[in-house]
């Protein structure tokens, strides 16, 4: 019998084209390819989700959807009262009730009427100014915060958000300033050339509000616990300036420093309030506006709504992150 041998296969030699595959070092197109695609999205004109655009940029992206603020302010105005009996009627009822209780308070209990002709008049008209300015910075503060789904989901100028809500008031506003007038004539007040002066002081106040609209919508959006705070420093603001009662006739009874007396005079809300007193009131003493009352209304609207729209555009990247 033949015996039968084992053979050991022989190992193949190993072919070029292993050799080489386990050889060569990694090419460098492998290395520069996050080049490569951040060239190409540049060159499709891609940008990274979210990021903050220039601010040429974002100032034509913001006016290419003014149609969407308003809209969407006036879709939030008509939302406002829309499930109660009296709706819309609502934005004239309470202006007039806010004033009916400061008469009470202020014009009967604490005599603030004492020297200060047509006082209802007054009053009046500084509450409806009033009513713009608080509600406006008071509502903007939640202005990000409670359209965070909103701002997640969508990519527009977030800017939009604090602007529609001061779009919606001022909306509000002019309806209420229609009541305004007729309560105006229905106390005795006659129409003259001084009455066009509101549509520029309504204009100054507008941009104002906005600026710090945008101011506050920026700390609301990273400390929400400030809404809870604003009331109180609203309620502050609003009795040093002079809603209620004339600040140059209780000045004259206190002897305070000279630049208190400024300070109060000065505030933006003061200067508004007086100014649309003073164009639809006619026994409203123009020596009780500040000296360059016009300058100091531009500059408070300059600086508040070129500053304010400038500190929200720098985080306009953190938005919605958390």
């Not at 951040?38 to 959807?65: F, M, N």
Request: some cysteine.
């Amino acid at each position: 019998m033949t015996p039968v041998t084992e053979t050991t296969p022989t190992a193949e030699p190993a072919t070029p084209a292993a050799t080489a595959t386990s050889a060569t070092p990694a090419t460098p197109a492998a290395t520069a390819a996050p080049a490569s695609l951040a060239e190409l999205a540049a060159a499709h004109g891609l940008t990274i989700s979210g990021a903050r655009p220039p601010l040429p940029s974002y100032v034509r992206q913001l006016w290419g959807r003014r149609h969407f603020v308003t809209a969407y302010a006036t879709a939030r105005m008509h939302a406002t009262y829309s499930t109660a009996r009296l709706g819309q009627v609502w934005h004239l009822v309470t202006p007039l009730l806010n004033a009916a209780v400061y008469y009470f308070i202020f014009g009967i209990v604490m005599n603030a009427s004492h020297g200060v002709p047509d006082y209802i008049p007054f009053l009046i008209t500084g509450v409806f100014v009033w009513d713009f300015i608080g509600s406006s910075i008071n509502a903007s503060t939640r202005a990000v915060h409670s359209n965070l789904g909103l701002v997640r989901a969508l990519h527009f100028p977030r800017a939009s958000l604090p602007l529609s809500t001061v779009v919606q008031l001022f909306q509000q506003l002019l309806v209420t300033m229609g009541a305004l007038v007729l309560l105006l004539l229905a106390c005795g007040q006659t129409p003259t050339l001084r009455w066009l002066m509101a549509a520029p002081t309504l204009a100054l106040m507008a941009v104002f509000c906005a600026g710090v609209a945008m101011v506050m919508a920026r700390i609301g959006s990273k400390s929400p616990d400030v809404s809870q705070l604003m009331p109180f420093i609203l309620r502050t603001w609003m009795y040093s300036s002079g809603v209620m009662w004339s600040i140059d006739q209780m000045l004259r009874k206190d002897h305070l420093a000279h630049w208190v007396t400024v300070v109060l005079k000065t505030n933006p809300a003061a200067v508004y309030i007086d100014l649309m007193r003073y164009a639809l009131i006619d026994s409203f003493d123009p020596h009780a506006l500040p000296h360059h009352v016009w300058a100091i209304a531009v500059g408070w609207a300059l600086l508040a709504g070129v500053g304010g729209f400038i500190y929200f555009w720098k985080a306009e990247e953190e938005y919605g992150r958390g």
